[in-house]
């Protein structure tokens, strides 16, 4: 299914039912009084969040969310039905916005969390409720309130653990499908990835964390070149950060330099995504002379001074990627219990200091 991470749609709640007049006509009952009944309430317009679903995809075409209105009232003091709500669910990541003001509802993050975006009408008084000691016969009865109308903007921030950053062809697609089940696009040509993808890696029962592959990024991504900001947003709720780059570029770029140009972009683009943890891993190692590797690595390590964690992999043979998701697991598993002290081993990636 193609990926859609933004949508608009209108919601429209539904009115309540009209309040009856009526007077009670009943045989031996000559003075009967008056008995009608309530409106019922229109139905309400609600948003929930699905784990099974992944794109806003659906409302490319379905826009508009209407509910029933509620049921007038009747007779013998019956009050009118009322309209049931109806859910529209939504991706988990998904954010809501009301487009005429430009307020911000909410975000649902959560499988099953629920969202009222358009509340419906309540239903009118029927005669019996303005029935008094000097008014017996009461003709008057109030109709439904309307439900409310809004147009909504959705927009879908992808919920990972790990988000995977690199220019285009850094072995993104190739290392998500090397650890986990899913399997995106890999080519050899830029923009391989059009769209986010969603990787579980799972170590063991219990032990399993989300990984997401953003189409590469160039110089100018967070003022929109290339495929621009509408997926750095997207690494914006992980965790941790993976910094990929090509040991050995065929078109003989400078690994490092690639490496501080996508520093630049996540800092211009938001200066807490570029404060976010973030890994090196330098990848394809299999393309290179095992009797160079060491020195190559070496060298983009210095030119960088990189002080955090870094990995050298390749995901085509399979090296190094065992030692890369133990350590993202451990990492994870202890950045979730804030109240634990993390020691300085965890700065000493695969053991390399």
């Known amino acids: 299914m ?12 539904g009115k309540g039912g009209p309040g009856s007049v009526s007077f009670r006509r009943e045989k031996y009952i000559p003075k009967g009084g008056p008995d009608g009944g309530d409106g019922g309430a229109g139905g309400s317009v609600w948003l929930e969040a699905d784990s099974g679903l992944n794109t ?29 709500d109806i859910t529209i669910r939504v991706p988990l990541g998904t954010i ?21 975006v358009a509340r419906g009408g309540q239903g009118g008084r029927g005669n019996i409720n303005f029935k008094s000691s000097v008014n017996r016969t009461p003709r008057q009865s109030t109709p439904g309130t309307p439900g409310e109308a809004r147009e909504l903007h959705l927009e879908l921030k992808v919920l990972a653990d790990v988000g995977l950053l690199g220019f285009p062809n850094a072995g993104k697609s190739t290392l998500i499908s090397a650890v986990s089940a899913a399997r995106p696009k890999v080519a050899d040509y830029p923009f391989t990835t059009l769209y986010p993808n969603l990787g579980v890696v799972s ?13 590469g990024l160039i110089e100018g ?48 683009f938001d200066e807490d995504l570029g404060r976010r943890e973030r890994w090196l891993v330098l990848t394809k190692t299999d393309q290179v002379d095992q009797g160079e590797l060491e020195a190559l690595v070496s060298r983009i ?9 870094w990995f050298a992999i390749s995901s085509v043979a399979q090296r190094g990627l065992d030692p890369l ?29």
């Open 301 to 309: 390590i210095s030119e960088l001074d990189w002080a955090g964690p």
């Open 221 to 268: 991504a967070a003022e929109g070149a290339g495929l621009g900001i509408q997926f750095l947003k997207h690494l914006q709720r992980t965790r941790l950060l993976l910094h990929l780059v090509d040991i050995a570029p065929i078109d003989g770029s400078d690994p490092a330099s690639q490496v501080r140009a996508l520093e630049r972009e996540l800092v211009r």
């Open 96 to 116: 809501v916005t009301a487009t005429e003001t430009d307020e911000r509802i909410g975000e649902l993050t959560e499988h099953g969390q629920r969202m009222l």
């Open 325 to 353: 998701v133990g350590r993202i697991m451990e990492h994870l598993e202890r950045v979730a219990k804030p109240a634990r002290t993390i020691d300085d081993e965890e700065h000493a990636p695969d053991g390399h200091e």
């Open 56 to 84: 806003l995809a659906d409302f490319r075409h379905a826009r508009l969310f209407k509910a029933r209105n509620g049921e007038p009232g009747a007779g013998r003091q019956r009050t009118g039905r009322s309209a049931e």
């Open 2 to 13: 193609k990926f859609v991470d933004e949508a608009t749609i209108e919601v429209r709640a």
């Open 203 to 215: 170590l063991e029962a219990g032990r399993s964390f989300v990984i997401a592959d953003i189409p």
